[in-house]
């Protein structure tokens, strides 16, 4: 069964470089709708929402972990800060989840 999924991660400087948006596309069987960015030179946040069956979607989250980066479920609450955002974005905490739309 389909389902939709939002996440958030962080990364560190040493992933900056590293394509992981294309390794998602062209490994699994989902479809990442970027929410939300902010890349700098130390690190950066990313807000997706993924599409996709559930097994396949448990792949992508393991491959990010696999990555080392700090994943949250949740669009994080603020799209737009890498800073601090990955422990404490549950539901609520920020003003532009779910706005918008599609």
Do not use: C, T, W
């Not at 900056?16 to 479809?31: A, D, G, K, T």
């Not at 929402?49 to 097994?55: D, F, K, N, S, T």
């Not at 393991?62 to 974005?89: M, R, T």
């Amino acid at each position: 069964m389909k389902i939709k999924k939002n996440i958030h991660f962080e990364f560190s400087q040493d992933l900056v470089q590293e394509p992981l948006l294309y390794q998602i596309n062209r490994s699994f069987e989902v479809v990442v709708n970027i929410r939300g960015a902010s890349v700098s030179d130390e690190g950066g946040f990313i807000a997706l929402e993924l599409e996709g069956e559930e097994a396949e979607i448990q792949r992508v989250l393991d491959y990010l972990h696999g990555q080392h980066v700090k994943l949250g479920e949740g669009l994080g609450g603020s799209a737009g800060g890498p800073a601090g955002h990955a422990d404490g974005g549950q539901s609520g905490s920020g003003g532009q989840s779910g706005s918008g739309g599609q």
